[in-house]
């Protein structure tokens, strides 16, 4: 956000005033969780809105329409306002502590993610030289709050959302990281400006420089991995309304209901982002502001995955394993030896 | 091997369709009427809110309280007390309860002198206790013409009050 010298002054004026070094980096620290928290909140409640404007469109209906005017434009927001104003219900032989724990830890799993998305240059909070590890990482903690949620909720439906929830993480985690290790291997750096500076120029002069150009395999194993990832349609298992009256969440009401939801959303669009950073050029494109493509690039991946989930029917357990272990982690493999070797006679080096 | 990769094709190309089609759907209008603001055009022969129509010249009621539809009602919804005698003979009170009505058509059906008619488009028959549906002479008294069985359309001169009456919205509505 801002560069380091200016960050460094800014801490050294209160080191000059005699008050703790600790109290400017605390208060920086704030400032840009609430930034985050507030860009997280503004595009989940988005988010909610566009998917049922969407899914009631493809469906030849309106969606919302009355509140707020213009299209139902406030729906969300008088939804997270009725949420918050709800009884906060915790089950009696709940596991209380889990229980109360699960939201945040799912939330915080989210919100870490967002430390390493470059909205721009010089737009990203901490530019990691692991960016890409570093999310993988911590978005698998995503699956360690579901399954605290379930478990703690006492539930059936809520273990089985549970259970089916850290088995398709568990799947899907391989061959979505084996798919980026293609891209990365052409970069060469984990780090993200380094992938989306890589992404500049163009390929054959015509093209643009983006990785999707060379590695689509990658970027369709990536993204259905990812929409995996984030339990939405046609990979809902974990969450099916029909079968486990959605899943692990069944508990859950009011406010850690609404926690869970904006967690969810705040995945999609990190997850889109990943793939906007690293298949699409990130911030690059002309005439438009680095910011304004970053987020063009990724409302349009959000827009296909909300356009996936309302064309398609959810698929069985069984049929998910055999996506993800006999389709896409083969297809992934095969993709990243192609690449490796490539990068190996290719390079100058070689 | 060859049918291992074809079916990953095939299964991605039915995808791809599915989209295409979802995507279609997207564009196209919604079906929706949104109902307060909008209001669907009804049918001229819907069958809505009693109307006793009138006379247009002379802007008398029709009816000569003959009671025939007081007796064919299945629900026994109406009730009704005549005055007069011969051709003169008029409606004292006229009453139908439609929280009871079930909409049969058989009172208008049975009537000899075209004098009620349920082709009137008043759809919107809410109300805040009982006693609000039950319509009198008053409430049911035409404003003026109403199809009935033997006039559906409106004769010349006479502007067609029937399905336009309520919201006088256009069907469809604005997409
Ligand atoms: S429509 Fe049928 S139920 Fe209603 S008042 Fe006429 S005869 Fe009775
Ligand atoms: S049948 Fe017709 S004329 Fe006779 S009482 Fe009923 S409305 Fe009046």
Same mark, same amino acid.
């Given at each position: 956000?801002?560069?380091?010298?200016?960050?460094?002054?800014?801490?050294?004026?209160?080191?000059?005033?005699?008050?703790?070094?600790?109290?400017?980096?605390?208060?920086?620290?704030?400032?840009?969780?609430?930034?985050?928290?507030?860009?997280?909140?503004?595009?989940?409640?988005?988010?909610?809105?566009?998917?049922?404007?969407?899914? +009631?469109?493809?469906?030849?209906?309106?969606?919302?329409?009355?509140?707020?005017?213009?299209?139902?434009? +406030?729906?969300?927001?008088?939804?997270?306002?009725?949420?918050?104003?709800?009884?906060?219900?915790?089950?009696?032989?709940?596991?209380?502590?889990v229980f109360i724990l699960a939201p945040i830890v799912v939330f915080a799993a989210s919100l870490a993610t967002y430390v390493v998305i470059p909205f721009g240059p010089g737009l990203i909070v901490q530019d990691l030289n692991i960016g890409i590890l570093y999310i993988i990482a911590i978005s698998s903690l995503t699956v360690v709050g579901i399954i605290m949620a379930g478990w703690g909720s006492n539930n059936k439906y809520a273990a089985l959302g549970a259970l089916r929830s850290a088995a398709q993480a568990v799947s899907y985690e391989v061959p979505l990281v084996i798919s980026l290790l293609g891209p990365l291997l052409l970069v060469g750096s984990l780090r993200m400006t380094d992938i989306v500076e890589y992404q500049g120029g163009t390929w054959l002069g015509i093209l643009p420089g983006?990785?999707?150009?060379?590695?689509?395999?990658?970027?369709?194993?990536?993204?259905?991995? +990812?929409?995996?990832?984030?339990?939405?349609?046609?990979?809902?298992?974990?969450?099916?309304?029909?079968?486990?009256?959605?899943?692990?969440?069944?508990?859950?009401?009011?406010?850690?209901?609404?926690?869970?939801?904006?967690?969810?959303? +705040?995945?999609?669009?990190?997850?889109?982002?990943?793939?906007?950073?690293?298949?699409?050029?990130?911030?690059?494109?002309?005439?438009?502001?680095?910011?304004?493509?970053?987020?063009?690039?990724?409302?349009?991946?959000?827009?296909?995955?909300?356009?996936?989930?309302?064309?398609?029917?959810?698929?069985?357990?069984?049929?998910?394993?055999?996506?993800?272990?006999?389709?896409?982690?083969?297809?992934?493999?095969?993709?990243?030896?192609?690449?490796?070797?490539?990068?190996?006679?290719?390079?100058?080096?070689? | 091997?060859?049918?291992?990769?074809?079916?990953?094709?095939?299964?991605?190309?039915?995808?791809?369709?599915?989209?295409?089609?979802?995507?279609?759907?997207?564009?196209?209008?919604?079906?929706?009427?949104?109902?307060?603001?909008?209001?669907?055009?009804?049918?001229?022969?819907?069958?809505?809110?009693?109307?006793?129509?009138?006379?247009?010249?002379?802007?008398?009621?029709?009816?000569?309280?003959?009671?025939?539809?007081?007796?064919?009602?299945?629900?026994?919804?109406?009730?009704?007390?005549?005055?007069?005698?011969?051709?003169?003979?008029?409606?004292?009170?006229?009453?139908?309860?439609?929280?009871?009505?079930?909409?049969?058509?058989?009172?208008?059906?049975?009537? @000899?002198?075209?004098?009620?008619?349920?082709?009137?488009?008043?759809?919107?028959?809410?109300?805040?206790?009982?006693?609000?549906?039950?319509?009198?002479?008053?409430?049911?008294?035409?404003?003026?013409?109403? @199809?009935?069985?033997?006039?559906?359309?409106?004769?010349?001169?006479?502007?067609?009050?029937? @399905?336009?009456? @309520?919201?006088?919205?256009?069907?469809?509505?604005?997409?």
């Open positions: 956000m801002v560069s380091a010298g200016a960050l460094e002054q800014f801490y050294a004026l209160f080191e000059a005033w005699g008050i703790p070094w600790i109290v400017p980096r605390l208060a920086i620290m704030l400032g840009v969780v609430s930034i985050i928290i507030g860009f997280i909140s503004v595009s989940a409640m988005f988010l909610i809105w566009w998917e049922r404007k969407i899914s +009631a469109h493809i469906q030849a209906r309106f969606g919302p329409m009355r509140v707020g005017g213009w299209h139902g434009w +406030a729906q969300s927001i008088a939804d997270g306002l009725k949420l918050l104003l709800k009884e906060d219900i915790i089950p009696t032989r709940a596991d209380r502590p983006w990785l999707i150009v060379v590695q689509p395999l990658a970027f369709l194993i990536y993204f259905t991995c +990812a929409v995996a990832e984030t339990n939405r349609l046609p990979f809902d298992i974990p969450e099916a309304e029909s079968e486990l009256v959605s899943g692990f969440h069944v508990e859950y009401s009011g406010m850690r209901f609404a926690i869970f939801f904006l967690a969810e959303y +705040a995945n999609m669009f990190v997850v889109c982002a990943i793939a906007t950073t690293v298949f699409l050029g990130g911030w690059q494109g002309p005439l438009l502001a680095p910011w304004v493509w970053f987020l063009l690039k990724t409302y349009f991946l959000l827009f296909v995955m909300i356009w996936l989930r309302w064309t398609l029917a959810r698929v069985r357990v069984d049929q998910l394993m055999h996506v993800a272990w006999k389709v896409l982690l083969p297809l992934a493999f095969v993709n990243l030896g192609i690449t490796g070797l490539l990068v190996l006679v290719l390079s100058p080096m070689g | 091997m060859w049918r291992y990769l074809r079916e990953i094709w095939r299964g991605f190309w039915s995808i791809l369709l599915s989209m295409q089609i979802t995507l279609r759907y997207l564009f196209t209008r919604a079906v929706t009427v949104q109902y307060p603001e909008e209001k669907r055009q009804l049918p001229t022969r819907a069958l809505t809110q009693h109307v006793l129509t009138i006379d247009l010249e002379s802007q008398e009621l029709k009816c000569t309280a003959c009671d025939m539809c007081a007796r064919i009602c299945p629900a026994n919804c109406i009730h009704l007390a005549g005055e007069g005698k011969g051709k003169a003979r008029r409606p004292k009170w006229f009453v139908i309860d439609h929280n009871l009505c079930m909409y049969c058509n058989l009172c208008v059906e049975v009537c @000899p002198f075209d004098a009620i008619s349920m082709w009137t488009g008043k759809y919107e028959l809410g109300g805040f206790s009982r006693t609000n549906l039950v319509y009198d002479m008053e409430t049911m008294h035409a404003d003026g013409f109403y @199809p009935t069985i033997m006039t559906p359309r409106s004769p010349p001169g006479a502007a067609a009050k029937a @399905p336009a009456a @309520p919201g006088g919205g256009k069907g469809g509505g604005k997409g």
